[in-house]
């Protein structure tokens, strides 16, 4: 899979690369890169972004620095999905993240702290993606989010049987997943299920089902 994340800080991506589940599948079955708005822009002393028209405070990722990038890049309008992340964008679910983690070639577009000229959302991006109704002052940060939860889905990220089954997968019903314990069996009088030592796989089975309804 190839996924492009187009950035006002690159290197702010360093420490999620060399990570797990990104580390692992970086170079095999991964192919991230990175693109600088401030290396691409069109404008002059590296410039980004500009004051929105009608007032107001902060700072706002201008449409025709996206645009000269992503032609810089590409050439022309890219075949593949270009995901702008915005909180007013479609939610992210792990349902969402199956469905890219299939494709072959993403496009991820940051934004600035106040987020993207209005225009590069209708005109410039197939899809807009939220993880969550709030602002943060990283805009980078919702395209590691999304980076992670892709990389992990990708074959070889995780431990063979460990990423069968997902919280939020459709095998769990959309659900989150049934409840781990480990040793000691009991701490402090608090006791691991009894069910978890019988060793009666079948009921440790329907136990794992019935947790997650």
């Known amino acids: 899979m190839q996924l492009d994340v187009f950035t006002l800080v690159p290197h702010a991506f360093a420490w999620l690369t060399e990570q797990r589940p990104v580390a692992t599948v970086l170079g095999n079955e991964l192919d991230l890169r990175l693109f600088s708005y401030r290396d691409l822009t069109p404008l002059k002393n590296g410039q980004v972004d500009d004051e929105p028209y009608g007032g ?45 983690s299939q494709l072959e070639h993403v496009t991820l ?18 899809d807009a993606i939220s993880i969550g109704p709030y602002v943060l002052s990283n805009g980078d940060l919702p395209a590691m989010v999304l980076v992670d939860a892709i990389a992990r889905r990708l074959p070889g990220a995780l431990a063979e049987g460990s990423g069968e089954i997902e919280s939020f997968s459709d095998e769990l019903g959309g659900g989150l997943e049934y409840p ?12 691991v299920p009894d069910v978890l030592l019988s060793g009666d796989h079948a009921r440790i089975e329907g136990w794992r089902r019935e947790q997650v309804r």
């Open 180 to 191: 781990h314990y480990t040793r000691p069996a009991e701490y402090r009088g608090w006791r």
């Open 56 to 100: 107001g405070a902060g700072m706002v990722l201008r449409v025709d620095v996206v645009a000269e990038a992503l032609d810089a890049v590409y050439g022309d309008r890219p075949a593949h999905p270009v995901i702008a992340l915005s909180p007013k964008g479609r939610q992210l679910t792990q349902k969402v993240v199956e469905e890219l």
């Open 109 to 126: 577009l940051s934004a600035r702290f106040e987020g993207f000229d209005e225009r590069i959302v209708e005109h410039l991006s197939t």
